[in-house]
């Protein structure tokens, strides 16, 4: 039934609390777990006199390599386990990226954690969760990830 699984994660534990989850899918059906981690684009730059910005590419760049460091190592997990899985780290909007991995893996099942925001802090925030929720066209296993 599933054969690939996309699996996106920020780098906090509780984004982490889907993965149970998702390796027992993974085992059951013999699916590939495609771990992503979204860099988004930076609120802070450096505004030069004609009111421009310039993305800090350094920043970028050490973001990205850290991602792929920390998914690397869940990846090594997860294997150790007997599991298939990819790692793939994206720079931009994360409901947008999350979609356009999702279609570009021919993912299955997009699997994640909702951090659980509720009124203000959602409104500030955003939620990705609603928002892939809202716009994905493959089923989504969402789970609501209690605690810190």
């Not at 684009?41 to 050490?62: H, K």
Request: hydrophobic share 45%; glycine share 8%; charged share 20%.
């Amino acid at each position: 039934m599933y054969k690939t699984i996309l699996t996106p994660l920020d780098g906090s534990a509780r984004a982490e609390r889907i993965l149970p989850q998702v390796e027992a899918i993974a085992e059951r059906f013999g699916a590939e777990i495609v771990l992503l981690q979204v860099i988004e684009p930076a609120s802070v730059g450096i505004t030069t006199r004609d009111g421009s910005t310039m993305v800090l590419m350094g920043l970028v760049d050490q973001q990205i390599s850290e991602a792929r460091a920390y998914l690397e190592g869940l990846r090594a997990q997860i294997q150790s386990r007997g599991l298939q899985a990819r790692v793939l780290v994206a720079y931009g909007p994360p409901v947008s990226i999350i979609l356009d991995a999702a279609e570009r893996e021919a993912a299955d099942l997009i699997a994640m954690a909702s951090h659980g925001r509720t009124g203000l802090e959602r409104v500030f925030y955003g939620s990705v969760a609603a928002g892939v929720l809202n716009q994905a066209s493959q089923p989504l296993l969402l789970i609501r990830a209690q605690g810190s």
